[in-house]
């Protein structure tokens, strides 16, 4: 054994030694990462979920009748261009 193999030894017996006192793995792992990042949630209080509640229903609302007026044009100038 050269100088080299004798100093890779102890790191692939710390390898070993990881192995087995390891971190769960799979579906067990997956829990545990979850728990933790709900942990860092920040939940929006009672006024700020109805006030961007409300924000979001506006803008669709606002979305919904103007795709409906530029397709009302749109028929509009086709019956025009096609009669």
Do not use: H
Request: proline share 4%; aromatic share 8%.
């Amino acid at each position: 054994m050269t100088k080299n193999d004798l100093k890779e030894q102890p790191k692939e017996v710390s390898k070993v030694e990881s192995d087995a006192k390891s971190e769960p793995t799979g579906v067990a792992k997956l829990f545990v990462e979850s728990k933790a990042e709900f942990g860092k949630i920040v939940w929006p209080t009672r006024q700020q979920l109805i006030s961007e509640s409300a924000s979001v229903l506006l803008m669709i609302v606002a979305v919904a009748t103007f795709v409906y007026l530029i397709d009302a044009l749109f028929k509009v100038i086709a019956l025009q261009v096609f009669q």
